[in-house]
């Protein structure tokens, strides 16, 4: 199932998306005593993991019962101003009391395939009671390429598994990256991409109505999706002033 909700502007979508995350967290934690929410990379959500961090909350949000992982990570070190961790460490992680080892930080800094074969290892563990790694919410990003998380057009056939080492992408930062596998972003209960700007809305408008086509966004297709998109990504103009 998919769901297209257009907001004003990114600040609005960003406190839209923070409410839902903050419904969801509560529903996971009631009915399965824990909230596993896969962060995306990118400025798109910067807005949204400071909403997260800040009150109510920052510290109504069920920190201590929630698992914090990544879709993808460039293989940088993780206090790299272009590190994904480095972004959640900056907007979200150092505003909440989560405790450390309900982090799951890829560790791209061993390089992407020793980086990808730690992080399945991780992911492995960390759903080892659940008999399959099944994420309660997964966000994700669109590039202006179609691309999301680290899956770029013309590499996003990966193999099976649950994550992915993606060798020199053609994209900035020009580093290789680890990703998840559309297969394990897909074993999802639930998936929000975030897309704001005027410059996404052509993807944006090849993935909603192309969805067989070969764009990595296009093979994102959970139980439930839900597109959280400003006006200018869906296309629509800011109306005229009336005139004097
Ligand atoms: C990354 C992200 C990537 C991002 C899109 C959109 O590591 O770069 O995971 O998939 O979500 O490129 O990026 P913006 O939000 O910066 O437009």
Not at 58 to 65: D, I, L, N, Y
Not at 97 to 112: D, K, M, T, V, W
Not at 149 to 166: D, E, H, M, N, Q
């Amino acid at each position: 199932m998919s769901e297209v909700r257009v907001y004003a502007d990114l600040p609005a979508l960003s406190a839209a998306a923070a409410q839902d995350i903050w419904d969801l967290a509560q529903e996971a934690v009631a009915h399965r005593g824990r909230f596993s929410l896969v962060l995306s990379g990118g400025a798109t959500p910067e807005a949204l993991y400071r909403e997260l961090a800040a009150e109510p909350m920052g510290s109504s949000m069920p920190w201590s019962r929630t698992h914090l992982l990544w879709g993808d990570e460039r293989c940088l070190p993780p206090d790299h101003g272009q590190s994904n961790f480095n972004l959640a460490r900056r907007t979200l992680l150092s505003g909440v009391r989560i405790p450390s080892q309900n982090i799951h930080r890829i560790p791209a800094e061993l390089g992407a395939e020793a980086g990808a074969e730690a992080y399945a290892r991780e992911l492995r563990y960390l759903f080892r009671d659940q008999g399959e790694e099944r994420f309660d919410l997964v966000l994700l990003g669109l590039g202006a390429d179609g691309h999301t998380a680290s899956l770029f057009p013309g590499t996003a056939k990966t193999s099976g598994g649950l994550t992915a080492a993606v060798r020199g992408p053609g994209a900035e930062p020009a580093v290789d990256r680890v990703s998840l596998t559309p297969a394990a972003i897909n074993l999802a209960r639930t998936a929000f991409f975030l897309v704001s700007g005027a410059n996404k809305a052509r993807a944006l408008d090849r993935v909603l109505n192309d969805p067989q086509g070969s764009l990595p966004a296009a093979m994102v297709r959970p139980e439930r999706l839900v597109w959280f998109v400003d006006r200018a990504a869906a296309g629509i103009r800011p109306r005229a002033a009336p005139g004097p």
